[in-house]
């Protein structure tokens, strides 16, 4: 099962925080903290950051181009 395997530092950080606000909006009814607390709930159980699954990666390496060494004439302004 997904929901139990892979647990890394970010996915163990959000569930802590979804569960320090879920419990801080039984202690100070406060509507917000329950929105903020599940939406990183959701973030921890899904294992999904702010861009996504796997959003925010790069792109590969591409091979560079060879530029022909080509000799440069330059001038002397007077």
């Known amino acids: 099962m997904t929901l139990l395997s892979n647990w890394h530092f970010m996915r163990i950080l959000r569930a802590g925080v ?3 606000a879920i419990s801080e909006y039984f202690r100070t009814n406060d509507f917000f903290l329950l929105t903020i607390g599940g939406f990183f709930a959701l973030q921890a159980i899904f294992d999904v950051g702010c861009c996504g699954a796997s959003g925010c990666a ?3 390496k591409t091979q560079k181009q060879e ?3 080509k000799e440069i004439d330059y001038e002397e302004v007077k």
């Open 58 to 60: 790069t792109s590969p």
């Open 67 to 69: 530029f022909s060494s």
């Open 18 to 20: 979804a569960i320090w």
